[in-house]
């Protein structure tokens, strides 16, 4: 079928916000829901499993978790998951599909900059679906200590981005577009090199029905990001290209990165010294010894 230029297509009139979590309603939304049948997601979520090393019925954090894909196929694996997003309708999907599991899912509205220390401690945590290009460094900066908060101590994390700027420029596409079901997007994509951003503008069409959106993504390089992750106390692991394990490099499609939580160690502070004497220690062999 000839689906023609993207150039040849109208444009409807008006744009909705620039804002990431309104972008996701109405045709967006339901090529979001299609972009990933469930063997795509089954596979990311055993990526997942093995990469976070996840024991038995560890508790999990999805950050952001958009309609839960991922949340829902880690919990019905047995896993104590919550999902936070600021998508409402997303939330509230979420919350329907889990009702009736044997593993529910908590669905939380939060912001992902601003995560609240108590719906922690997690064993581990992942942040998938390309979503930490929806916010600027200092955005990420915040996620990154927000999950150092709520991470246990040795708890894993994983980060997806596309966006990194070793896969995204060499392979970066003007005008792109997709057919999905039966939408069909279009995207024309401008690289913002001054503030390295990627300015979108969508176009979605369904028969005569048309919604059009922008969206501002945020680039970054590998370094760059991990770097603010290590700066709040993630370690990392192991990095890799594509959901099928090759290691990362450049040009490849993605960055996958595990990342150990290992928060720096306070150093004891030194007891003050006995006016008047030697701080008293405790005697060689042992405290108690005698007694
Ligand atoms: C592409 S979806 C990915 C969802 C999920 N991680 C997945 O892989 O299916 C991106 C999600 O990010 C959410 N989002 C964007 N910015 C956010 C923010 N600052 N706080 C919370 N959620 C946010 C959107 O609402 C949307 O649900």
């Known amino acids: 079928m000839d689906l023609g230029k993207p150039a040849d297509l109208p444009y409807a009139d008006g744009m909705t916000e620039d804002d990431p979590s309104d972008f996701y309603t109405g045709l967006a939304a339901e090529v979001w829901r299609a972009a990933h049948d469930d063997a795509d997601t089954e596979a990311q ?3 997942a499993e093995e990469g976070l090393g996840l024991a038995p019925g560890a508790r999990v954090l999805d950050v ?11 919990a019905r694996r047995g896993y104590r998951v919550t999902g936070v997003d600021r998508n409402a309708q997303f939330l ?9 599991q044997p593993h529910p899912v908590q669905a939380l509205a939060v912001d992902m900059t601003d995560l609240p220390p108590d719906i922690g401690p997690f064993d581990a945590a992942l942040c998938l679906g390309n979503s930490l290009p929806y916010l600027p460094p200092d955005g990420q900066a915040a996620l990154a200590a927000g999950l150092a908060r709520v991470t246990a101590d040795g708890g894993r994390l994983l980060l997806h981005s596309e966006l ?5 420029l060499p392979n970066l596409e003007e005008r792109p577009w997709r057919q999905v079901g039966d939408i069909r997007m279009l995207v024309d994509n401008d ?4 503030n390295g951003r ?6 979605f069409q369904r028969g005569t029905v048309e919604e059009r959106r922008q969206l501002t993504a945020w680039v970054h390089t590998a370094g760059d990001l991990l770097r603010r992750f290590a700066t709040a106390g993630f370690v990392v ?4 290209g594509h959901w099928d394990g090759r290691p990362f490099g450049y040009a490849d499609p993605m960055l996958l990165a595990v990342l150990v939580h290992r928060p720096p160690r306070r150093t004891p502070r030194r007891r003050p010294a006995v006016a008047g004497g030697a701080a008293r220690r405790a005697p060689l062999g042992g405290r108690g010894r005698n007694r």
């Open 191 to 194: 690289y913002d090199a001054d």
């Open 45 to 47: 979520a055993d990526f």
């Open 198 to 203: 990627l300015v979108s503008i969508y176009t």
């Open 164 to 168: 990194v700027a070793e896969c995204l």
């Open 92 to 100: 509230a999907e979420l919350t329907r599909a889990a009702q009736g």
């Open 237 to 240: 692991e192991a990095s890799y």
């Open 64 to 74: 952001p978790c958009g309609p839960g894909r991922i949340a829902l196929a880690l």
